[in-house]
């Protein structure tokens, strides 16, 4: 049972108007979630994180909105460009013994179109 | 922001062998180090978490005896997959935690088991 899930597998949008990544949870023990930028053959880089007890973190053209009573984040990129283009996942992290783990969503390709 | 490294980066085996795969925080001391797997356009699988000096804790399905972790110094962490054969074939990345459960993530291992 995926507990993080991100339902588009992909998306294309034109260069300098707005991304928006969609992300859905299960579990109500995560409190903290991340997105994560990746490209092929490569780790993921951390792009931008929120804490449960906000609702929105903003990181120049970035932006995670968090809505806990339906238990869904999103990632706004404004404006997007055409070097944003990768492959965006979700992690919801919860602690287990005394480490946070990360569960990942299944990710979705960005695809900005100059 | 900190590093973390792997090696090798792409490694291709014969069935039957043993392949070890090296995660190094360059930077800084981690008691805790994860392994993730991700299959091609699937999501990143947590397989392990690897504590210093102690023995790994395995998530459900993944078999310990096949995937043997040892993390014998506060930067150093690796992963041996014992008698490979192609379903093992698949990108094997790690992560370190820094101080206050940051997470930072090597570029990952490329295994191609023939």
């Known amino acids: 049972d995926q507990q993080v899930k991100q339902n588009s597998p992909s998306l294309s949008v034109q260069e300098g108007r707005i991304s928006i990544l969609n992300c859905d949870y299960t579990?109500?023990?995560?409190?903290?979630f991340l997105w994560y930028k990746k490209y092929p053959a490569e780790g993921p880089t951390f792009l931008i994180s929120i804490s449960s007890i906000k609702d929105k973190n903003e990181d120049g053209r970035f932006t995670v909105f968090l809505n806990k009573s339906a238990k869904h984040l999103s990632l706004h990129i404004v404006p997007s460009q055409p070097g944003d283009s990768a492959v965006y996942f979700c992690a919801a992290s919860a602690f287990s013994g005394s480490a946070r783990q990360l569960t990942f969503g299944s990710g979705t390709q960005l695809t900005v179109l100059p | 922001g900190a590093v973390v490294s792997q090696h090798p980066s792409w490694v291709i085996c014969k069935s039957g062998t043993s392949v070890k795969i090296e995660c190094r925080s360059l930077d800084f001391q981690a008691t805790t180090m994860f392994w993730y797997r991700q299959f091609p356009k699937q999501s990143l699988m947590l397989m392990a978490t690897s504590n210093e000096g102690s023995k790994a804790t395995y998530e459900q399905g993944v078999e310990k005896d096949k995937f043997l972790i040892n993390h014998a110094s506060l930067t150093l962490s690796t992963l041996t997959v014992t008698s490979a054969h192609p379903e093992d074939s698949s990108f094997y990345i790690c992560?370190?935690?820094?101080?206050?459960?940051?997470?930072?993530f090597g570029p990952g291992t490329r295994l191609t088991v023939l």
């Open positions: 579990n109500s023990m995560f409190d903290y």
């Open positions: 992560s370190a935690i820094r101080g206050n459960n940051e997470q930072f």
